[in-house]
């Protein structure tokens, strides 16, 4: 359940455990603006190419597109862009956090797609953020090929 007063959301997808110094986590996604009545999942195969900074989709049980904004990952592009670690250097841990806000930032809130720092920055200085929830997953590559067959 949602915060009671609970206007938009915002999801940011990340990799802690990206090395090299940086002080910020690896961004493999940023969704704004997301409406609140979209809070019970998201559609599948969302579709957002790498120059445009909006993605459509109907909340479940309507019909009705709705735009939720995308900001700028740490690949240098928008869209999601799943996990890729480097072979056998041991599990990534990549965190979902979810923000309930009481307003919205609009299209016109940035010049350009906003970085995670930015939008962060922007978020807890304008808007209240009512709640926020974390889910944490792992993923590894061993560098083994998997051989299937029919």
């Known amino acids: 359940t949602l915060p009671e007063s609970t206007n938009t959301l915002v999801l940011i997808v990340e990799d802690i455990d990206v090395v090299g110094g940086k002080k910020d986590p690896f961004v493999h ?3 704004y603006d997301i409406p609140s009545e979209v809070f019970h999942g998201l559609p599948q195969h969302i579709k957002s190419g790498p120059y445009t900074d ?8 309507t019909m009705d597109p709705v735009s939720i904004l995308q900001g700028m990952n740490s690949f240098g592009s928008l869209g999601y862009r799943g996990p890729e670690p480097p072979i056998s250097m041991g599990p990534h841990r990549y965190f979902f956090h979810l923000y309930a806000i009481d307003g919205a930032f609009g299209e016109d809130a940035f010049e350009s797609p906003p970085t995670r720092s930015q939008l962060l920055s922007a ?3 304008t808007f209240n953020v009512l709640g926020k929830g974390t889910l944490m997953g792992t993923y590894e590559r061993t560098g083994r090929r998997l051989r299937g067959g029919v």
């Open 54 to 61: 909006k993605v459509e989709v109907s909340p479940r049980g």
């Open 29 to 31: 996604w940023i969704l």
């Open 123 to 125: 978020m807890y200085s």
